[in-house]
C-alpha cells in the first residue's frame, strides 16, 4: 500500500510503498478516508538527526479517520464497513488518567511504549490504519470524514485548551486568541459558542486576519512588535482574561504574557519552539496569573468535539489533496502557506 513516511528529519516526507497490516488480537484495521496534516508533523519533520524520538521510516499522520476494514480476535462493540474517527493520543487504558478518558496524560506510556500514530506508531497518511484498540474509535454517523478528521487534534486540542478558562469568561471579558491557523481558527469558534466574551485575534498579516474576523473574532491585531499596544489599547487596563497562544513562539509568548490582566490564563497550545517560554514571576506578570501546557484531549472530549460539529457549530477550513499530492501538503504547511487545514484522502 501507499503510505507517506518520514525518511530523514530535516527533509520532506516521501511516498513509499509499505506492507499493508493486518490486525492482531484486540486491533483494528481500517481503510483510510481522510487524514489531518498538522504542524506538529512539520515541528517532528524539523527535529534534528541526532536523537531524533522515532522509528524511522515512519508513516505520518495523527489525525485520521477511516472504516473499518478488518477486526481482530477479541473486539466486540464496532464491526466491519463503520464509519469512524480516530481518537489518537493512546494511552494504557488502565492507569489514573486513563480510567479517566485521559490518555493524553497517560501516567505508564512512556515505559511501556505505547505512541500515537503517527508519533511514533505507524500514522493515517497511508491507505490502511492500524488501531490498537477499538476504544479508540468514535464512529462518526454522517459526518463527513474528510470534514471531520482535523477535528480529532485540530478541534480538540484548543476545546481541551478552552474548556479550564470557561468559569472566568463570562460577560465583559476577552479572550485573546494567538495565531487563527489551523487550530486557531477553530478556538476563535469554540470562544464565541462556548462564551460570551469578546475574542481579539492575532495574526501575522492582514489575510489571515480578514480569515479571523470571517469565523467569528470581534476584533484583529496585526502580530508584530505593537502588538502588546495594539491588544491593550482595546482592552485597556483590564489586560486579556484568557491568552491562547496557538503558535509557541518566543515572541507570541511575549504578546501573551504582555496583553493577560490580574487573574487571567495564558495557555500555550502551539509548539512552533522547544525552547519558548513563558517568563513568569512575581513582579513579571499581573497577580494570580495562570499558566498552562495542555496536550490534545480526553476521549469524552472528541466526542463532544464531533457532537458540536454535528450540530453545525464548527466548520473547519480544508484543502484536499490526494496521496499521490500528500508531500506537496507537507510542502505548502511549511510554508506557511494553508488557510485552515491539509487534509489527504487516498484514491
Known amino acids: 500500500m501507499k503510505a507517506i513516511q518520514v525518511v530523514q528529519p530535516g527533509k520532506l516526507p516521501e511516498l513509499r510503498e509499505v506492507d499493508k497490516p493486518s490486525p492482531g488480537p484486540g486491533q483494528v484495521l481500517l481503510k483510510v478516508t481522510a487524514a489531518g496534516a498538522c504542524h506538529s508533523d512539520d515541528f517532528v519533520l524539523n527535529l534534528p538527526e541526532e536523537g531524533f524520538p522515532y522509528p524511522l521510516p515512519m508513516t505520518l499522520g495523527h489525525e485520521g479517520a477511516g472504516v473499518v476494514a ?6 466486540t462493540g464496532i464491526s466491519e464497513g463503520i464509519s469512524v474517527a480516530v481518537y489518537g493520543a493512546w494511552g494504557c487504558g488502565v492507569c489514573h488518567f486513563c480510567s479517566r478518558g485521559l490518555e493524553n496524560y497517560c501516567s505508564r506510556a512512556g515505559e511501556l511504549g505505547i505512541a500515537p ?13 492500524l488501531v490498537d484498540n477499538a476504544r479508540h474509535l468514535v464512529p462518526l454517523g454522517d459526518l ?21 478558562s470557561l468559569p472566568k469568561l463570562v460577560g465583559g471579558t476577552t479572550a485573546v486568541v494567538i495565531g487563527a491557523g489551523g487550530l486557531g481558527h477553530v478556538g476563535i469558534q469554540l470562544l464565541r459558542h462556548l462564551t460570551p466574551s469578546r475574542v481579539i485575534a ?3 498579516s492582514d489575510e489571515k486576519l480578514e480569515f479571523a474576523r470571517e469565523v467569528g473574532a470581534h476584533e484583529v491585531v496585526l502580530s508584530d512588535a505593537d502588538a502588546v499596544a495594539g491588544v491593550r489599547r482595546i482592552t485597556g487596563n483590564d489586560g486579556a482574561t484568557a491568552v491562547f497562544d496557538f503558535v509557541g513562539l518566543q515572541p507570541t509568548l511575549d504578546i501573551a504574557m504582555g496583553v493577560v490582566g490580574t487573574m487571567g490564563d495564558v495557555v500555550i497550545v502551539g509548539i512552533g519552539d522547544m525552547v519558548a ?18 496536550y490534545w484531549g480526553a476521549r469524552d472530549e472528541l466526542i463532544e468535539v464531533l457532537d458540536l460539529a454535528r450540530d453545525g457549530v ?18 505548502r504547511l511549511a510554508a506557511n502557506d494553508l488557510r485552515g487545514r491539509a487534509v489527504v484522502v487516498p484514491d
Open 314 to 331: 464548527l466548520e473547519v477550513a480544508v484543502e484536499r489533496f490526494s496521496l499521490d499530492d500528500g508531500v506537496e501538503a507537507y510542502r
Open 202 to 204: 492575532l495574526d501575522v
Open 70 to 75: 478488518e477486526v481482530g480476535t477479541g473486539v
Open 277 to 294: 517560554a513563558a517568563k513568569v514571576g512575581f513582579f513579571t506578570q499581573p497577580y494570580e496569573v495562570s499558566v498552562r501546557a495542555p
Open 117 to 129: 500514530p503517527g508519533l511514533g506508531n505507524p500514522g493515517a497518511m497511508a491507505e490502511y490504519l
Open 144 to 164: 463527513d470524514p474528510v470534514d471531520a478528521v482535523p477535528l480529532t487534534d485540530a478541534g480538540l486540542t484548543p476545546y481541551h485548551a478552552i474548556k479550564p
